[in-house]
């Protein structure tokens, strides 16, 4: 089984920045593709960014692209998510989630088969 606790939640300001953390643990961590979701009051539980075990691969959603970065250290078994230029609706509960399956499939099909607690990011003025 896979443990994933999220980690960097909290207020911040338009325009600011803040670097969410998920340390994974569990069998064959390593084998494993991370993501990172955030669930919106309102709507749906919506994909962020997707990140390949071994090729590197990586997935943006188009709301985020350009600034959110993803990254992860299979060494140090954690994921990160640095967030820039935050907006309102960014806000949300962030979640990272691992999957035994490709970039594609987790962050297109919202496959997973793991996931966090959850760290809330509140962007407000």
């Known amino acids: 089984q896979l443990t994933l606790v999220e980690s960097g939640g909290g207020l911040v300001q338009p325009g600011g920045s803040l670097k969410l953390s998920c340390v994974v643990s569990g069998i064959s961590v390593d084998s494993y593709t991370l993501g990172w979701f955030r669930q919106v009051p309102g709507k749906g539980r919506e994909r962020v960014s997707c990140?390949?075990?071994?090729?590197?691969?990586?997935f943006y959603d188009d709301s985020v692209r350009g600034r959110f970065t993803i990254s992860r250290d299979n060494e140090k078994k954690t994921v990160w998510l640095q967030m820039n230029s935050l907006k309102p609706e960014d806000t949300g509960v962030y979640y990272c989630?691992?999957?035994?399956?490709?970039?594609?499939?987790?962050?297109?099909?919202?496959?997973?088969?793991?996931w966090g607690q959850g760290t809330l990011v509140t962007v407000s003025s």
């Open positions: 990140m390949g075990n071994s090729d590197n691969s990586k």
């Open positions: 989630a691992a999957y035994l399956g490709t970039v594609q499939e987790m962050c297109r099909m919202y496959a997973s088969d793991a």
